[in-house]
Nanobody, 124 residues
Framework: QVQLVESGGGSVQAGGSLRLACVAS????????RGWFRQTPGKEREAVAG????????SYADAVKDRFTISEDKAKNTLYLQMNSLKPEGTAMYYC?????????????????WGQGTQVTVSS
C-alpha cells in the first residue's frame, strides 16, 4: 500500500502563493490515479486537481483553474500543487490522494489512499 505525506501548508495573505508537496512511499504514485482535495469543517471534501492515470491529462476544479497547477516528479515519487493568487476561500485542509477505482477524477471514492493533510490559511 502506498503511504502519502503532505507538506508545504501555512498562512499567507490573499494574492500569495504556496507549493504543496506529497511524498509517496511503499508504492509508485504515478501507478495510481492521483490528485489533491481540500476540506473545511462541516463541508464535504472537494476535488482541487488531478492527474489522469496515464499522466497525459490534468484536471482542475473551476474554482482554481488558471491559478493552481498540479505536477509530479516521478524520480522523487512526489506530487505537487502550486497555488498562486490565493483567495481567503482557499482556506482549508489540503489532502493528497491516490486511487485505483474507476469513476470521475473528482469523486472521492476513486481514491483509496489519503495523506494526513496540510493546513492552508489565507487571510484577507
Amino acid at each position: 500500500q502506498v503511504q502519502l505525506v503532505e507538506s508545504g501548508g501555512g498562512s499567507v495573505q490573499a494574492g500569495g502563493s504556496l507549493r504543496l508537496a506529497c511524498v509517496a512511499s511503499g508504492g509508485t504514485i504515478s501507478n495510481y490515479r492521483r490528485g489533491w482535495f481540500r476540506q473545511t469543517p462541516g463541508k464535504e471534501r472537494e476535488a482541487v486537481a488531478g492527474i489522469w492515470l496515464d499522466g497525459d491529462g490534468l484536471s482542475y476544479a473551476d474554482a482554481v483553474k488558471d491559478r493552481f497547477t498540479i505536477s509530479e516528479d516521478k524520480a522523487k515519487n512526489t506530487l505537487y500543487l502550486q497555488m498562486n493568487s490565493l483567495k481567503p476561500e482557499g482556506t482549508a485542509m489540503y489532502y493528497c490522494a491516490a486511487g485505483t477505482y474507476g469513476g470521475p477524477w473528482f469523486n472521492v471514492r476513486v481514491y483509496n489512499f489519503w495523506g494526513q493533510g496540510t493546513q492552508v490559511t489565507v487571510s484577507s
